[in-house]
């Protein structure tokens, strides 16, 4: 019975898993079809012939500025949550603060604010300080929307680590911070790099705060070039599934390369 269970379980998470992989699937190789081929009664499944003129004619209109520019943004929006939010996340674990849960439930309304909520008067913000068209502006944005999940989860893992590890850094001569550093922080490495992926897969995939803030086309990222590319190339389908597939290959590569580390650190951030 147990192995029917299992083999049930099995078939159904396949299932699944190949029904959210489907779309990025025909993604990539739409990217690769003529656009003949694109519109053949039935469909095929995998290209009969590969070509590369969609990547060419998308590299050549300009989306090396698109994708450096998401780069920059989302590496920095990234560093900018990790920074705030792991200090964050140890002082309201470790000290006792007044109004702690407090602190949290706002955290964790936030979290259910959608982006245009905050658009308007982040814009009003950043006008006033001359952030407008410049990277900061987003990065900022992008920012206040990931640090705090990123408190969120890191507290909880802070929460569990024993404070005799502390204790003993603190005999052998070491002082908060320094104990913080070489003993804590090693230790909370894998939710570290969970909340640093995901603002950074959140960042990437920005795009109201990058063309709401910043008018000046040659500082938008990859979703906003995606944008323009719809006028640009029209009904050119694999041209477009082109600038897709590049746009997500690095949130594919990241995911892939850091899999092992993302589920220990959703695992271990989730429970005390």
């Known amino acids: 019975m147990s192995k029917r269970k299992n083999w049930t379980l099995s078939?159904?998470?396949?299932?699944?898993?190949?029904?959210?992989?489907?779309?990025?699937?025909?993604?990539?190789?739409?990217?690769?079809?003529?656009?003949?081929e694109i519109f053949r009664t039935p469909p095929t499944f995998f290209p009969e012939k590969f070509?590369?003129?969609?990547?060419?004619?998308?590299?050549?209109?300009?989306?090396?500025?698109?994708?450096?520019?998401?780069?920059?943004i989302a590496g920095c929006a990234t560093i900018v949550v990790l920074l705030l939010a792991v200090p964050s996340a140890y002082g309201l674990a470790?000290?006792?603060?007044?109004?702690?849960?407090?602190?949290?439930?706002?955290?964790?309304?936030?979290?259910?604010?959608?982006?245009?909520?905050?658009?308007?008067?982040?814009?009003?913000?950043?006008?006033?300080?001359?952030?407008?068209?410049?990277?900061?502006?987003?990065v900022l944005a992008t920012a206040t929307l990931g640090v705090p999940f990123s408190v969120?989860?890191?507290?909880?893992?802070?929460?569990?680590?024993?404070?005799?590890?502390?204790?003993?850094?603190?005999?052998?001569?070491?002082?908060?911070?320094?104990?913080?550093?070489?003993?804590?922080?090693?230790?909370?490495?894998p939710s570290v790099m969970v909340c640093g992926a995901i603002s950074f897969f959140f960042a990437w995939g920005d795009l109201i705060f990058s063309i709401t803030f910043n008018r000046d086309?040659?500082?938008?990222?990859?979703?906003?070039?995606?944008?323009?590319?719809?006028?640009?190339y029209g009904i050119e389908w694999n041209n477009l599934m082109a600038f897709a597939t590049i746009s997500v290959l690095p949130v594919i590569i990241i995911f892939v390369s850091l899999q092992k580390h993302l589920v220990e650190g959703l695992v271990s951030g989730s429970v005390k």
């Open 11 to 36: 078939i159904v998470g396949i299932v699944i898993v190949a029904l959210f992989l489907f779309p990025v699937y025909w993604m990539i190789i739409t990217a690769f079809k003529t656009q003949s």
């Open 51 to 72: 070509q590369l003129d969609s990547f060419a004619t998308v590299i050549e209109g300009g989306i090396g500025q698109y994708f450096l520019n998401s780069v920059i």
């Open 94 to 138: 470790r000290f006792k603060i007044k109004g702690v849960s407090s602190m949290m439930l706002v955290f964790l309304v936030t979290q259910m604010l959608p982006a245009t909520v905050v658009l308007t008067p982040l814009f009003v913000v950043f006008n006033n300080l001359g952030l407008l068209n410049t990277y900061i502006a987003p």
């Open 152 to 189: 969120l989860l890191l507290r909880t893992f802070f929460m569990g680590i024993p404070k005799e590890l502390e204790e003993a850094a603190s005999i052998d001569g070491c002082g908060r911070l320094r104990a913080f550093l070489q003993v804590i922080l090693p230790i909370a490495l």
């Open 217 to 232: 086309q040659g500082l938008w990222p990859l979703t906003a070039g995606i944008f323009n590319a719809i006028g640009r």
